[in-house]
């Protein structure tokens, strides 16, 4: 393999690289345009690259863009595997590459979608009532001030970490992360009912996977861990076959449920919502998190995103430097990164397609 790309500037230049990369390895490809658009009034949308047999009953699907902003690394290395590894793909398996699941994050340089959702929060079950996190609503104001002064971020930090002492570290971790439906200009806010990009899964993945029957998912993110560190994240402890499964392929695997995972459990995590959408196919999935930077920093960008778009101007002065913040949470520019990333997705994307 040659020099990886590097990441891509925008997310106008990352589709157009995704898509003439599957084009040029004979993938088909399918647009689901959204009906928003992106910062210069651009097409938004979900590509997807298909390629091998329609009807194979072995189907690897890999994700991008979950979380808008992480797709800069994970389009980057879609696109790579297009360009160097497509001869890997054995005969009979089908490779299903989806582009940007939220197309309006990753275009606004968000983690969160239009209605500012965290979409891994969003996966829960809405005829049931709303999963309850009281502690969140004591530290609103504190994680999304009104203003973003210099001033106010000292005070707030201070006093989230007054919070944190009272809580614990690990209770508070997971009471700001796991999810939340109380506060929609708060971070990681699960919603008020399926997104766009929900109801577009529900529909899309069982009507073209319906003759699949096994299955092996590799959702693309960043932002947790060790800088360029990839752990694979299994959404289940070690005592179900389906982390046993996923053990058999990449080896270590970890799990929140388990407590040993960068990732606290999460409510709504869309990987967790697989089965429902696909009854009778036997899943074995992953979300393959790259570490970046510190978790104090990361929280802090989102932070700043959340005001942008409560109490800020997206477009105004404070937006690119914002914005800036935030891509650097999430995307490290260091050539060195995504070539570390690509090792490891390289040999991640193997083990998936080489599956007995």
Known sequence: ?????????????????????????????????????????????????????????????????????????????????????????????????VHALNPFGFAWVQRVNEDNVDLNRNFIDWNQPLPANPDYDLLIADLVP??????????????????????????????????????PHGIFYGGSGPTWSNRWMRTWLPAELARCRRLVVIDLHTGLGPWGHGEFIVHLGST?????????????????????????????????????????????????EFGTVDPATVVQALRADAWLHAHGNPTGPDAPGIRAEVRAAFADDDPSWIATLWEQFERAMAAALQRP
């Open 146 to 183: 009104d203003t973003w002064d210099e001033q106010t971020q000292q005070r707030t930090t201070a006093s989230l970490l007054e919070h944190m002492k009272r809580l614990g570290a690990a209770q508070a971790k997971s009471v700001i992360s796991r999810g939340q439906y109380s506060q």
């Open 240 to 288: 179900d076959p389906a982390h046993q499964r996923a053990a058999a392929l990449w080896g270590e695997v970890r799990s929140p449920t388990d407590g040993n995972s960068v990732s606290t459990l999460l409510t709504g995590d869309w990987l967790d919502a697989l089965d429902g959408m696909l009854a009778g196919t036997e899943i074995t999935s992953t979300a393959l």
């Open 1 to 97: 393999m040659g020099t990886v790309t590097p990441l891509a500037a925008t997310y106008d230049q990352a589709r157009s690289r995704f898509v003439a990369g599957a084009n040029a390895a004979g993938a088909t490809v399918t647009t689901h345009a959204h009906h928003l658009t992106g910062p210069d009034g651009g097409e938004l949308a979900i590509d997807v690259a298909d390629l091998g047999p329609a009807d194979a009953s072995d189907v690897v699907l890999v994700v991008s863009g979950t979380h808008g902003v992480e797709g800069f690394a994970g389009s980057a290395l879609q696109s790579q595997w297009l360009s160097d590894a497509t001869a890997d793909r054995p005969d009979g398996t089908r490779l299903v590459m």
